[in-house]
């Protein structure tokens, strides 16, 4: 087997995880496929000859491409009132769970906005240590910091990160039955159901795009959640379970089109956070229309 043959054969091996790593920093899927490309392209240029540990080498081009990424976004100050929601990673809802692409983009929507929240330093220190094991004096390296001060960036993201994202229940079953019952409280215009099975400081967050910036909106709290789901129950003819980063989502549609993608966070058996896109385009681009 030749140098080039088998470099192709390892970086194959280790695209999952460079596309979760780039996914979590980014929440982009198009821009995670991106990175991993750029990165085969300087895997391409590079002598091997010295890298002891190519799976390391890779995370680490990865990770540097994405910090360049955050920090372009970061300079061009885009307007915080905007509600811009990462891309969702859509299954059927009888999709295997042992999957590989459902279980390298398993991470929550609502992580993924507070994770939009932190620095692209404070993100990186996070989603290499924490969600990856990445030793803080790689980390360290990768942002001209001591280990030290890696390791304090990580703990200020991971104090934003407890205290803003839900922890999802981790029985998807479970999930699935307090999102049938919310949408059948929507379906009946049942407005005490609703609340019942939302959390008292749910957060309800809509992406319509620059075609639908009207649908664009952050709401919080049972009640006012509840007057708005109401609204849901003329579309629950055309809504069908399916799995949303690899949790209880709904997909609605009709004539073949995709209206909206829902993603729940179903949390002590309560819906803590719902994130809907809605944006046409990005519907188009996640090819949802079967």
Same mark, same amino acid.
């Given at each position: 087997?030749?140098?080039? $043959?088998?470099?192709? +054969?390892?970086?194959?091996? *280790?695209?999952?995880?460079?596309?979760?790593?780039?996914?979590?920093?980014?929440?982009?899927?198009?821009?995670? *496929?991106?990175?991993?490309?750029?990165?085969?392209l300087?895997?391409? /240029?590079?002598?091997? #000859?010295?890298?002891?540990?190519?799976?390391?080498?890779?995370?680490?081009?990865?990770?540097?491409?994405?910090l360049? #990424?955050?920090r372009? =976004?970061?300079? =061009?100050?885009?307007? !915080?009132?905007?509600?811009?929601?990462?891309?969702?990673?859509?299954?059927? @809802?009888?999709a295997? !769970?042992a999957?590989?692409?459902?279980?390298?983009?398993?991470?929550?929507?609502?992580?993924?906005?507070?994770?939009d929240?932190?620095?692209? #330093?404070?993100?990186?220190?996070?989603?290499?240590?924490d969600?990856?094991?990445?030793p803080? *004096?790689?980390?360290?390296?990768?942002?001209?910091?001591?280990? @030290?001060?890696?390791?304090?960036l990580?703990?200020?993201? /991971?104090? /934003?990160? =407890?205290g803003?994202?839900?922890?999802?229940?981790p029985?998807?079953?479970?999930?699935? +039955?307090?999102?049938?019952?919310?949408?059948?409280?929507?379906? +009946?215009?049942?407005?005490?159901?609703?609340?019942?099975?939302?959390? !008292?400081?749910?957060?309800?967050?809509?992406?319509?795009?620059?075609?639908?910036a009207?649908?664009? $909106?952050?709401?919080t709290?049972?009640?006012?959640?509840?007057?708005q789901a109401? #609204?849901?129950?003329?579309?629950?003819?055309?809504?069908?379970?399916?799995?949303?980063?690899?949790?209880?989502?709904v997909?609605?549609?009709?004539?073949?089109?995709?209206?909206?993608?829902?993603?729940? $966070?179903?949390?002590?058996? =309560?819906?803590?956070?719902?994130?809907?896109?809605?944006?046409? *385009?990005?519907?188009?681009?996640?090819?949802?229309?079967?």
């Open positions: 087997m030749g140098e080039d $043959t088998w470099l192709a +054969e390892r970086f194959e091996q *280790e695209r999952p995880q460079l596309r979760a790593v780039a996914y979590r920093m980014l929440g982009s899927l198009s821009e995670a *496929e991106d990175v991993v490309q750029e990165t085969w300087r895997l391409a /240029r590079t002598d091997t #000859t010295e890298v002891d540990n190519l799976a390391a080498w890779l995370t680490t081009v990865v990770a540097r491409v994405c360049n #990424t955050l372009a =976004r970061a300079t =061009r100050r885009e307007d !915080p009132l905007d509600v811009r929601l990462p891309d969702p990673v859509v299954a059927e @809802a009888d295997d !769970p999957h590989a692409a459902v279980l390298a983009d398993s991470v929550g929507l609502a992580l993924l906005v507070v994770l929240t932190l620095t692209p #330093t404070e993100r990186l220190a996070f989603v290499l240590h969600m990856f094991g990445v803080f *004096e790689e980390i360290g390296a990768l942002v001209d910091r001591s280990p @030290a001060a890696a390791r304090q990580a703990s200020r993201a /991971r104090r /934003r990160v =407890r803003q994202a839900p922890t999802p229940d029985d998807l079953a479970r999930q699935r +039955e307090v999102v049938t019952a919310f949408l059948a409280a929507a379906r +009946e215009g049942d407005f005490d159901g609703l609340v019942a099975v939302l959390h !008292p400081d749910v957060v309800l967050r809509s992406d319509g795009g620059s075609a639908r009207r649908h664009s $909106t952050v709401l709290g049972a009640r006012v959640v509840a007057a109401t #609204t849901f129950g003329r579309f629950s003819p055309f809504a069908r379970p399916v799995l949303v980063n690899g949790a209880a989502g997909l609605v549609s009709a004539a073949g089109r995709p209206l909206s993608v829902m993603a729940f $966070t179903v949390t002590g058996g =309560r819906i803590a956070a719902i994130d809907v896109i809605a944006d046409p *385009e990005r519907l188009a681009a996640l090819d949802l229309d079967r």
